[in-house]
Structures are given as C-alpha cells and as structure tokens.
C-alpha cells in the first residue's frame, strides 16, 4: 500500500464549479498535511497546510483533514482555467521530523 | 529574491560522466532537502540535512553524495550517471525541529543522460 494515495485524474471540472480533490494516507500518526500545486515545468507550490481536524479556508481554497478516516481533501471553489495543474498532497511522518511523503499527484483540468 | 535556487536549471550529460547541483537558500531556514520527480511526476524524498547534519537518507545509491557546507547550502554531486538518473531534481527548504513547517522549493534542475 501507498503512503499517500491520490487518484491521478484527470479531474475535468467547467469553469466556476467546486473541484474536490482527495487524499489519503497510510500513517495513522501523521501529524502535518499539506498541498502543493504545481503546473507543468514549474516547482511545486504550497497552497494550504492543516494540523486539526476539520476544515481549513484560504480564499477560494478550503482543505479537510479527517484523522479517523485518515483523508485529506481539497476543495477549489469557483475554479479558474488558471487553477489547472497538478496538486499534490503531503504528509510528515510520525516517525520523524524532517520527512515529507508526497502523494502522486491529482491533474486538474478547469474547463473554460 | 529568489527564495530557493539551483543552478544549473537544465543538465545534459553522458552517461558514467559525474556531474553537480548546487542549492541555496536565503529564508533562515536550518533543514535543506533533494527531491528527485521522475516521469510519471512522483516526488521522492532523497536527502534531508538539518544544520548540516545528514537526517535522512532514502536508500540511494552511494553514486548520490550530498554535502551541506553550511544551512544555507546544500550540493548534490552524482558519479557515473545512468540513463535511470534522469529526472528532475528538486530542492527545497523548511524549518526543522516540528513536523508542521511547510518546505519551500527550488526552480529544479531537469537532468537528462544520454
């Protein structure tokens, strides 16, 4: 089993749609989770980072963390042809402080 | 200012040539990281330093040698480069100390050996 699991998509959403996308890890004691957003060529970008259960609102941006169920998610509200990348989720191990997991990566297509 | 950088940003190189990366941050951070994303755009952990101090080191082949001159700096020097070496390679930065510090990355350098 994968660390961290995403599903790969694409994910095609139109143009002002929520998109949602999941993640979920494998570590029960992971304590930190982030998203990253990278387009093509480009270096991964972080947009939000959660510790808590619960939800998380960053502008149009909104990340879930659920430690029972051992998910994360992403919701983009209105989305832009703009937000069209790939995201990534990840994930710092319980075990140690200075390791990042990283799942494969979610491609999002927002359809003009 | 370019809060992470790597030089150089594209490599190309024959294989069993040997061949470096350089990094440096400018964020006061004191935990330094190499990534490689292959192909398929999968992002593994390579390499960590914090304060100069090798923390992780991911199974690697003895042909990757990192080096941490100081917090600000870290190099990754490859030997005998093979056609699997090709990828990009990412470097990125963060606090150490708490699992909960978000990490920074650099441009990539896109390495490909022919």
């Known amino acids: 089993q994968k660390e961290v699991e995403q599903n790969s998509g694409p994910l095609s959403v139109p143009e002002g749609a929520i998109a949602s996308l999941n993640c979920t890890y494998s570590?029960?004691?992971?304590?930190?989770f982030f998203w990253y957003r990278q387009y093509s060529g480009k270096s991964p970008e972080l947009i939000m980072f959660?510790?808590?259960?619960g939800d998380k609102e960053d502008g149009r941006f909104t990340a879930q963390l659920n430690k029972a169920s051992q998910y994360v998610s992403l919701l983009i509200r209105d989305s832009q042809p703009s937000d069209s990348a790939t995201y990534l989720c990840?994930?710092?191990?319980?075990?140690?402080?200075?390791?990042?997991?990283f799942g494969t990566g979610t491609r999002l297509k927002v359809l003009a | 200012d370019t809060a992470v950088s790597q030089t150089p940003k594209y490599l190309v190189t024959q294989m069993g040539n040997d061949k470096s990366i350089k990094c440096e941050q400018n964020?006061?951070?004191?935990?330094m990281y190499w990534y490689k994303q292959d192909s398929k755009k999968f992002l593994k952990i390579m390499f960590s330093?914090?304060?100069?101090?090798?923390?992780i080191n991911e199974t690697v082949p003895n042909r990757f040698s990192p080096k941490s001159p100081d917090k600000a700096h870290l190099n990754l020097h490859i030997n005998s480069l093979e056609l699997g070496d090709s990828a990009v390679y990412f470097c990125?930065?963060?606090?150490?100390?708490?699992?909960?510090?978000?990490?920074?990355f650099g441009p990539g350098t896109r390495l490909t050996v022919t």
């Open positions: 990125a930065s963060s606090f150490g100390g708490r699992s909960s510090y978000e990490q920074y």
């Open positions: 570590d029960r004691g992971s304590q930190s």
């Open positions: 959660i510790y808590s259960n």
């Open positions: 990840a994930v710092t191990t319980a075990s140690g402080t200075y390791k990042y997991i």
């Open positions: 964020l006061g951070h004191d935990t």
């Open positions: 330093y914090n304060n100069k101090e090798l923390i």
